[in-house]
């Protein structure tokens, strides 16, 4: 049960209910495996104190 | 002694200074005038030389307004001289002819500006002084037109929260990268300000929803690392292939203006390391007890938040500056897909 209030933010944020619907009716897979690489490979994400480059899409 | 380590820096944040001229409600580094003993250039030469020592990917400038540091591209071209990449975050308020002509011939790998406002109100408001919305899309025309590597990052509060779609609007198809994340109270910016943990979940949606709905060709966007973790339903919204530890003494070092070392600058200064000006960066980057925290981080460190979480050994309590500034410890923060579902919709 989705609550209103999600709605409510999304609509906000020009999500229409089958937008959201969309999203919340798929599970992710949060199941993975580390590969046997250095963890400078395989981070690619960015802190809120740092950047991603457009050159890194 | 110098030890190897095997961490290896990916990317170091440097505030080349903390003189800035604007002044943001959600600086989380109070920045305005300059720290009392910033490093000098020769300091700072030998600090670039460091950072190619210990293996250094990418070279962070940041400030305050680096932009402001007389020497900025003296020591960009070190930073590529020594074979690093440069990335620079501005506020893009600070231009001229001839800044974008260094930076042209710099080629950094990245040059970021902070978007905080789909209007000069909203903006020039958060940014605490009018007319840096103009000055900002002005910067950013410049650099568009001779092909500098453009990324707007905003920082999601309150008060910026329903122009996100009016900004997506303004980023569509313009080749400009777009770098999401969200406020927390470090510094000046007041805690009432703060995203609601629904308003968190939603921009995550809103994420969602464009990288789904748009190729990264149309446009290229990110959930910084405090857009996280584990959700059922919301797809990790970084490029790691996880929802990763926070990264600060692991893949990331800080380094403040005055030479202090620091695994992330959202941490308070109890988290400094050392330095650089007293000990060489390599003795504190190899230094086996350096970034404990995180580099000998273990389930039972995990905060009153997440102790109980399937997956709190692999996010390790999510965002050290978010947990710190919401509940004055690490590895606990609040602000978790993960645990917002579970409220929301009572799922496991």
């Known amino acids: 049960m989705i609550p209103n209030e999600i709605y409510k933010m999304g609509e906000d944020l020009g999500l229409t209910k089958d937008i959201i619907d969309d999203i919340l009716s798929r599970e992710v897979n949060n199941e993975y495996k580390i590969e046997n690489t250095s963890p400078v490979e395989i981070y690619k994400g960015v802190g809120r104190y740092s950047t991603v480059s457009i050159n890194d899409f | 002694m110098n030890q190897k380590s095997s961490y290896i820096p990916k990317q170091v944040v440097w505030e080349l ?21 910033e490093l000098s250039t020769i300091e700072a030469i030998n600090l670039c030389r460091d950072l190619a020592e210990i293996n250094t990917k990418e070279v962070c400038f940041m400030g305050g307004e680096p932009f402001l540091r007389k020497e900025w591209f003296k020591l960009g071209k070190e930073v590529k001289d020594l074979g690093m990449r440069l990335l620079i975050i501005s506020n893009g308020t600070i231009f001229n002819n001839d800044i974008i002509s260094k930076l042209f011939q710099l080629q950094p790998y990245g040059l970021s500006m902070s978007l905080d406002g789909a209007t000069a109100k909203t903006h020039d408001y958060i940014r605490g002084v009018n007319g840096s919305f103009k000055k900002l899309i002005e910067f950013i025309s410049l650099s568009k037109k001779v092909d500098l590597p453009v ?39 007041p805690k009432k300000l703060m995203l609601s943990k629904e308003e968190f979940y939603s921009l995550g949606l809103f994420i969602a929803s464009i990288q789904k709905k748009y190729s990264k060709e149309e446009l290229p966007i990110i959930g910084a690392h405090c857009c996280g973790y584990h959700s059922k339903y919301i797809p990790r919204l970084g490029k790691s292939p996880q929802w ?10 800080s380094i403040k203006s005055n030479g202090d070392v620091i695994g992330c600058l959202s941490m308070p200064d109890d988290y400094i390391e050392g330095n650089c000006i007293d000990k060489r960066i390599s003795e504190i980057w190899n230094n086996p007890n350096s970034f404990a925290y995180n580099r000998k981080f273990k389930k039972e460190d995990l905060g009153e938040n997440c102790k109980d979480c399937k ?7 999510g965002c050290m500056g978010m947990s710190l500034s919401l509940t004055g410890k690490p590895h606990n923060d609040p602000y978790c897909y993960y645990k917002i579902e579970k409220n929301l919709y009572r799922t496991d």
């Open chain 2, 244 to 253: 990763d530890v926070c990264q600060a003494g692991i893949t990331t070092l």
């Open chain 2, 151 to 189: 990324t707007v990052i905003t920082t999601v509060n309150k008060l910026n929260f329903k122009e996100l779609p009016m900004i997506k609007d303004f980023l569509l198809r313009k080749n400009i990268a777009w770098q999401i994340q969200n406020a927390s109270p470090e510094g000046r910016f």
């Open chain 2, 311 to 317: 997956y709190g050994k692999i996010c390790g309590g």
């Open chain 2, 17 to 37: 200074t903390l003189k800035c001229n604007l002044k943001c409600i959600h600086c989380g580094s109070l920045a305005g005038k300059a720290r009392d003993k």
